[in-house]
């Protein structure tokens, strides 16, 4: 069974910092995407960022040039890094991943149980 558990979510002032990190562990053959999503309490959940094995990146419009997504391969890790946060960030913060846990077979999506991250004056 695969598993996904983000970490260091949290209460930030406005304009402050958050790195989340999400570790996958598990019975996994390999790890073909890895992403962020976020849902705001009566919100659809949104893509935030997302990364392939060859570190090609796409983030949503309302985070570029304050988010950054990256991934440690070797740790079967993905990361967040937050900056200048905005009230509108404020949500719960989940990790998506792509995953073969054979060969040949199909990959499954997963995700975490999410994080909480919030953004208050």
């Known amino acids: 069974q695969v598993q996904l558990v983000e970490s260091g979510g949290g209460l930030v002032q406005p304009g402050g910092s958050l790195r989340l990190s999400c570790a996958a562990s598990?019975?996994?053959?390999?790890?073909?995407?890895m992403g962020w999503y976020r849902q705001a309490p009566g919100k659809e959940r949104e893509l935030v960022a997302v990364?392939?094995?060859?570190?090609?990146?796409m983030y949503a419009d309302s985070v570029k040039g304050r988010f950054t997504i990256s991934r440690d391969n070797a740790k079967n890790t993905l990361y967040l890094q937050m900056n200048s946060l905005k009230l509108e960030d404020t949500a719960v913060y989940y990790c998506n991943a792509k995953i073969q846990i054979r060969p040949w077979s199909g990959s499954g999506n997963y995700w975490g149980q999410g994080t909480q991250v919030t953004v208050s004056s």
């Open positions: 990364i392939n094995s060859a570190s090609d990146i």
């Open positions: 598990g019975s996994i053959f390999s790890i073909t995407g």
